[in-house]
């Protein structure tokens, strides 16, 4: 299938495969047969999924609220907003923060952003219509790595530590400030918060609890770069720096499985917002330059590596996974200045091709 998708009769062969595998009750992910259609899916619209507008590397990508809207930004704080269609996405408007930006996150709520850069800026980011207006900005301590808003209270996690900050009407007010220099990454759950630190993360109840007075300490074995809790808050992941993934089912049972998904970093990971097609589905971005979709619940009762499936396209160090709202879509931002978008499943790839016929 992998020499049939050079051909003229491609298309046909990989779709063939599909339904093969959909007949015989298959896997819901098979990597030959994703790839396969892939292919022929860029080739139908002239590899347009690329997005090459950035002259820098893009440590950026968030989807706003607004279904169909994105927000991009790079190391040399161009600011792009960005609007979807069936996985390409299209500039609308930019604008130039002039500093190194390293976090990104939508504010629950609203159309505005808040972006963390190199130099300590925290900056909040107005986003109406087709245009990007800059509403306020704060400092902050350090090289921000991680944002979380909990109702009027705001996390930011530096290379230095954590902030705590109360935040109203697009104002950063100080708290709080705990220095600490192993923090990572954080996360917000019915739970409580997440909190990567060191080889372990951290679960508190509260806001107030942070960092002195956690619930559950889970113990990885590894340096964590990066933590996420699916939609239903059933699965916990964490990513760490030698490239393994670990997984742990929070309800019904505590079954736990760490592997080694990567050859290097795992920088970011994030589940599917939407599960259907009987995936829970998580992705992986990568400093080997490759992206990993994982079936969660074929991992965790086998961990067959067939059922994960590996995208290849970036040249360089990836940073970044964000998926559409809807969950068709999963774009990655790299190293290379490039935003690639991608099918989710093999059966919205497959769809699309049977469309356009």
Known sequence: LLNDNKSEESEEGAIKAYKLNADNKGPLQSNDIYTALHYNWTNQINNKNQLTVHKASVRNLVALSRSGQFVSADESGRVYLLSESNGILQPVTSYNLKE?????APIPGTQNALVLTSAGNAVILQIAGSTIKELSRAKFEGIGKSVLFDGGDLLIVSNKGIGKYTFKDNIIVPKTFTPTDNLADIALSSQGIYLAAGNNVYLYKTVTDIPDKPATVYK???KV?????????????AGTYDGDLWLKK?????????????ASAINDIQFRPVNS?????LATASSDQ?????????????????DIITLRNHSKWVFKVTYSNDGDFLYTASEDKRIIGWHATMAGIYNDLKKKK
């Open 250 to 262: 929070l309800k019904p049972d505590t079954k736990e499985v760490s592997f080694n998904l990567h």
């Open 225 to 237: 770069l990066s933590v996420a809790i699916d939609p239903s808050n059933t699965y916990l992941a």
């Open 100 to 104: 190194d930006v390293r976090v990104t």
């Open 277 to 281: 097609n009987g995936i829970i589905q």
């Open 290 to 306: 490759t992206v990993k979709l994982v079936d969660v619940d074929a991992i965790m009762q086998s961990r067959n590596t067939d």
């Open 220 to 222: 990885i074995g590894a």
